[in-house]
Nanobody
Framework: QVQLVESGGGLVQAGGSLRLSCVASGRTFSSNTMGWFRQAPGKEREFVAAISWNGGSTYYADSVKGRFTISRDNAKNTVYLQMNSLKREDTAVYYC???????????????????WGQGTQVTVSS
């Protein structure tokens, strides 16, 4: 059974940092672009960041650019999201997802992701 399991979420004060991890099991995703999305209460799921299969290309939503960093360790089948300078508006459930493609020109398109984790809650307090 293929699973993506996120961890590392929690409660943090504004300006603080968190590091999310996403571990894949059941198959390797070393040949897939991987992404992070988030969904805040009452809002649609939105793209946060993505990374190509070898880490050579990274993509970020404008709202997190310069504050978040996506990385991966294919040997560990794990993707990370380092989140710094967190703001209240970053509060959401964060989802890890595996893209169908090795590289993509549309990493923000959720329909190109065919495996999703269950999500981890990130709450930023003022």
């Amino acid at each position: 059974q293929v699973q993506l399991v996120e961890s590392g979420g929690g409660l943090v004060q504004a300006g603080g940092s968190l590091r999310l991890s996403c571990v894949a099991s059941g198959r390797t995703f070393s040949s897939n672009t991987m992404g992070w999305f988030r969904q805040a209460p009452g809002k649609e799921r939105e793209f946060v960041a993505a990374i190509s299969w070898n880490g050579g290309s990274t993509y970020y939503a404008d709202s997190v650019k310069g504050r978040f960093t996506i990385s991966r360790d294919n040997a560990k089948n794990t993707v990370y999201l380092q989140m710094n300078s967190l703001k209240r508006e970053d509060t959401a459930v964060y989802y890890c997802a595996a893209n169908r493609f090795r590289m993509t020109t549309t990493p923000m398109d959720p329909t190109d992701y065919n495996y999703w984790g269950q999500g981890t809650q990130v709450t930023v307090s003022s």
